[in-house]
């Protein structure tokens, strides 16, 4: 099970989609540096950056939303990966499993992305940037497409020794 490539690459997987949960998905300043916006997968904050942006001593959130459906999303993409890696002696489960998540995490993705250009409207229009998390997902979908292509490989392999005997 785990001298398999694909087992490693679904282990990659869920970790990822884990580590979107810690890491910021987007952030945006405006442009007197006065407010920001912070969206993790949990939750979008406006801060008052009181003047000093590296300084987060002195900021107030102005306004808070609760983003908890991209974590949830993110976990149920994580648990996916892990239970398709325990499927590994019926690969097309694992497969169909493969498919389901790279679903999740393409909804992941798009609700990301619609939040981000709904908050972007909150302040003053100005550049803002997306972070780690936001990367992770879309390392994570990477990751799954790797893994399912090479459980397609596994499968065609043991049906052509089938073929064989």
């Known amino acids: 099970m785990i001298q398999r490539i694909q087992t490693v690459l679904l282990l990659l997987v869920a970790l990822c989609m884990a580590l979107i949960l810690a890491y910021p998905i987007w952030f945006e300043q405006s442009a ?7 969206m993790t997968a949990l939750k979008m904050e406006v801060v008052d950056l009181g003047g000093t942006p590296m300084d987060g ?8 939303r609760g983003t908890w459906y991209i974590a949830a999303l993110a976990i149920i993409a ?34 990301c992305f619609y939040k981000v250009y709904q908050f972007e ?14 990367f992770l997902s879309a390392v994570a979908m990477i ?15 043991v049906k052509s020794v089938d073929r064989i005997r």
């Open 121 to 134: 409207e909150m302040i003053n229009p100005a550049a803002g940037n997306f972070s780690l998390g936001f």
């Open 57 to 64: 001593t002195d900021d107030t959130i102005i306004e808070s």
């Open 78 to 111: 994580s648990l996916v990966a892990i239970l398709s890696i325990f499927q590994f002696k019926n690969r097309l489960n694992q497969m169909k499993l493969g498919a389901l998540n790279a679903l999740i995490m393409a909804a992941t993705l798009g609700i």
């Open 32 to 38: 007197d540096a006065s407010k920001g916006i912070i």
């Open 143 to 157: 990751l799954n497409i790797l893994s399912n292509r090479f459980i397609r490989k596994d499968e065609k392999l």
